[in-house]
């Protein structure tokens, strides 16, 4: 009955710096406890609800390419790349700073990769590309 001593440390990152991201993770990895690292973000908010229409064709395909090439940079552990793509592309990932610092600190506690579990959109949901956000879940192994 370990949940007693259960504690969360909930960490607001919204820096697009990429030292400051790399030096919170070295932070983040140096608590000498267990820890388990939780980075929360949607990724892709497209459409004009969200004032983020970079294409008006194949949508679909073009916002899983989108997501694609970020949850690349993720798997390859590369925070600093994947900050410099959401930042070149205006991906609306709207917690892209704390994936980041999540990355820097399971880099520092020991991660070798990461897998994606599932990525999918609202409009695949609602079958309705005109607004619609990219939902992935990814851990660090």
Avoid at 1 to 26: A, R, T
Avoid at 104 to 128: M, P
């Amino acid at each position: 009955d370990k949940i007693k001593e259960l504690k969360f440390l909930p960490i607001l990152v919204n820096s697009w710096d990429y030292e400051l991201c790399k030096n919170l993770g070295k932070a983040i990895s140096s608590i000498n406890k267990n820890i388990c690292v939780i980075a929360s973000s949607d990724f892709t908010h497209y459409g004009l609800n969200y004032g983020y229409v970079p294409f008006t064709k194949n949508v679909k395909e073009s916002l899983y390419n989108l997501d694609k090439k970020a949850i690349g940079f993720i798997k390859d552990l590369d925070a600093e790349k994947f900050l410099d793509y959401v930042r070149r592309e205006q991906a609306t990932i709207c917690g892209a700073s704390a994936i980041a610092t999540a990355i820097e600190a399971v880099k520092e506690l020991g991660a070798k990769r990461a897998r994606l579990l599932q990525y999918y959109t609202s409009g695949d949901i609602v079958n309705d590309y005109d607004n619609a956000v990219g939902y992935g879940a990814v851990v660090f192994e």
